[in-house]
């Protein structure tokens, strides 16, 4: 798995590439970590290359949105495929997290 | 393979180098000291053959002298007959080297001059002889003196040895001094003998190396030196000189009367060196020395120090081989320990290192690995017991869960919980009561250890709710409420709940973001149930579950799942995906029974990862109504 993070002015782009399971969610968790303590409080993660995530994944994205709700920013999903978004659909994790 | 030791290969590598600056030294040795003693000797003999040559010339010189100072008084007396004969008669008498005297006239013409006989004067036995030669003996003294050769160069000579006509016994040589008047002419000739005898011995003694051989050479007919018992050492000596023209070339250089000279001679073992030089009155002498003799101590020294030198290497490739032994003794013992500690003996003795060298550092590393692999080994045996000890403890729990799960199944129904690891964060709950069927399905986000406490949590809380008869959004919402406290660790949990009413078959049901049922309804194709996805149990308090219902009908029947098998891997890393769970849910008949149905399912998962590693838990319940 490849987590890209670019920020630019307040907000942060992240692209992941690959799949969130077993054995690569704790990278996702080290890099969702180092975001969550950052002060820009707006992310905008582009799924358009993630092919997978496990519960796990879930819930360090949960995490990342608790995160950005307290420092009152907003956390933006895009371009996820439909396997993915279907995860998403069915925990209802796709009621409280922005995806677009 | 080279079976040979380290200390062996070592002396030889050792020897192998000394010897061959030994021998080299050895073969310099030899050719510098043999070219050193040869010139030294070449010196030493040509030193000895002038002293001999003066030694020789001595008497020569008297005999001169003598002649001459007689020959002088002879000319200007022109004495009487009686006189001359008295005189020569004195002569012998009183010479010790003059033993014989004669005075011989000879006319213009180069003929004997009968008028006026000749004088002949011997010394022998203490007493003088005079003698009165014929014509014949004349003649023959004559060619003795060469006299013709006197006439001719009109000066005096030696002649080659002959022997006396007269009663002497020895050979003699002749000093022949030709007496001239004033027309230049010849008119007589004073001869003096003397004995060879002392020339020839001192010749014959004249050796500076055995097998060395002095020659005096009068004229080419005429040598002296070689005595006939050496006839071994003539041949020799010819033989030296017939193997190429060296004789020849002596001759030569002595003819042209140059001074101390010498050459080398002969062929192949047989080679010698020959100095000569000659006498004031032509005649010549010559040493040969056979290289042989000269370079004779000098070999034999060469071969002792060969044989000391090879008793040397010996000596050193022993003591090399020894001492090498003993300074690499520590090696052979640390392998005998190194074997011991891989055989498991890590407490093997060290051998005892006095040394303060490279031994020294390879037995205090070797102690020191002896000390870490022991150590970590005591390290090992500790988390080996540790591990052991949560093993046992993981068992506990494993029996523990899997005794939270009922196994004792209502009719219609069956359920089955495989956790990816010893214990698992799937759950399945179900409870008859009366006409009620409760069941329900969940899923906690995670495996292992973590998620088994919050499934037991989560398993306690539905089945304490169950009995409640509470509607199931109210349920849930209290679960929800009660995970989500204090769950600062962000677990989560996917919750599926239903009460499915067996008379009237109204199912109510309520979903907090679980995998969506299977219906398979009586000759019907079979689809995932709608429901509202609401949201997992444990994110957020108090949020708004609904319940929904449905109305089913008789034969329907229903599979529950986790995600553990719609998102089970081959080796390729495809899912099982929804469309194959239909498919294998679809051929399941309606007369199946629940657990066969849920066998078969189980079965077609495994069979699908084909040996791939489970990565999470999988839970299957069907029910028939």
Known sequence: MDIKITKEDNKTFVAIDGRIDTTTVNQFQEAANELMGDEHPDIDIDCTALSYTSSQGLRTFLMLQKSVMKHGGKLVLRNMNPQVKEVFDITGFSNIITII | ?625
């Open chain 2, 1 to 625: 393979m080279n079976k040979r030791s380290f200390s062996s290969s070592l002396s030889w590598r050792i020897i192998g180098i000394v010897s061959t600056i030994f021998f080299i030294a050895m073969v310099v040795i030899a050719i510098v000291s043999h070219q050193i003693i040869a010139d030294e000797a070449t010196r030493s003999t040509q030193h000895i053959l002038h002293g001999t040559i003066s030694e020789l010339e001595k008497p020569l010189n008297t005999v001169e002298v003598t002649t001459k100072s007689i020959a002088a008084y002879i000319s200007t007396l022109q004495a009487q007959p009686k006189v001359l004969q008295a005189i020569s008669d004195r002569t012998v008498e009183v010479s010790e080297l003059i033993n014989g005297f004669a005075i011989l006239f000879v006319l213009p013409d180069g003929s004997i001059d009968t008028l006026r006989p000749a004088i002949f004067s011997s010394y022998v036995n203490d007493s003088v002889h005079e003698f009165h030669p014929d014509s014949q003996q004349l003649q023959l003294l004559a060619a003795s003196w060469n006299l013709e050769h006197i006439l001719k160069t009109k000066m005096a000579s030696w002649t080659a040895p002959y022997r006396p006509l007269d009663s002497r016994s020895s050979r003699i040589v002749s000093y022949c001094y030709p007496l001239v008047d004033a027309k230049l002419n010849v008119y007589a000739v004073v001869i003096s003998d003397m004995f060879i005898d002392q020339i020839e011995s001192t010749v014959e003694g004249l050796r500076p190396y055995d097998n060395s051989i002095a020659t005096l050479i009068f004229n080419k007919d005429n040598i002296i030196g070689i005595k006939s018992s050496d006839s071994d050492l003539i041949n020799r000596y010819k033989h030296s000189f017939s193997g190429n023209s060296s004789f020849q070339e002596v001759v030569e250089d002595l003819k042209s009367n140059k001074d101390s000279l010498h050459r080398r001679v002969g062929k192949g073992r047989e080679i010698a060196f020959v100095v000569y030089g000659p006498l004031h009155n032509g005649w010549k002498l010559s040493i040969t020395c056979p290289y042989k003799e000269v370079l004779r101590r000098s070999t034999q020294m060469h071969i002792a120090l060969l044989i000391i030198g090879i008793f040397g290497l010996t000596i050193i490739f022993f003591v090399c081989r020894h001492v090498i032994r003993r300074m690499t003794r520590p090696i052979t013992e640390l392998s005998v320990s190194a074997l011991n500690m891989a055989k498991g003996n890590f407490k093997a003795k060290l051998p005892e290192i006095k040394s303060q060298d490279e031994m020294r550092r390879l037995h205090d590393s070797f102690f020191y690995m002896q000390n870490s692999i022991t150590d970590y080994i005591d390290q090992l045996k500790t988390t080996k017991n540790e591990n052991e000890r949560m093993e046992s403890e993981l068992n506990v729990a494993r029996k523990i869960q899997s005794g939270m799960l009922s196994t004792e199944f209502p009719p219609h129904l069956h359920a089955m919980v495989s956790p990816a690891r010893e214990v698992g964060g799937d759950l399945y709950d179900f409870i008859l009561k009366g006409d009620c069927l409760h069941f329900a399905v969940g899923d906690v986000s995670g495996k292992g250890v973590p998620a088994s406490i919050m499934m037991a949590i989560t398993r306690a809380t539905l089945h304490f709710m169950a009995g409640l008869g509470l509607p199931l959004h109210e349920s849930i919402g209290k679960i929800n409420n009660s995970v989500a406290d204090g769950n600062s660790n962000d677990m989560f949990v996917t919750l599926f709940i239903a009460r499915i009413d067996l008379k009237t078959l109204r199912m109510d049901f309520c979903n907090a973001g679980h995998n969506p049922l299977v219906v398979v309804p009586p000759d019907g194709k079979p689809y995932f149930l709608k429901a509202k996805s609401n949201l997992a149990v444990g994110l957020f308090e108090n949020f708004p579950y609904e319940t929904e219902s449905i109305d089913l009908q008789p034969g329907t029947r229903l599979v529950a799942y986790t995600d553990g098998v719609t998102e089970a891997e081959n080796a390729a890393m495809e899912q099982y995906g929804n469309e194959r769970l239909l498919e294998e849910v679809g051929k399941m008949g309606h007369d199946m029974d629940n657990k066969t149905a849920v066998d078969q399912l189980y079965r077609s998962v495994l069979d699908f990862t084909n040996g791939n590693p489970q990565n999470d838990d999988i839970t299957i319940i069907s029910l028939t109504v």
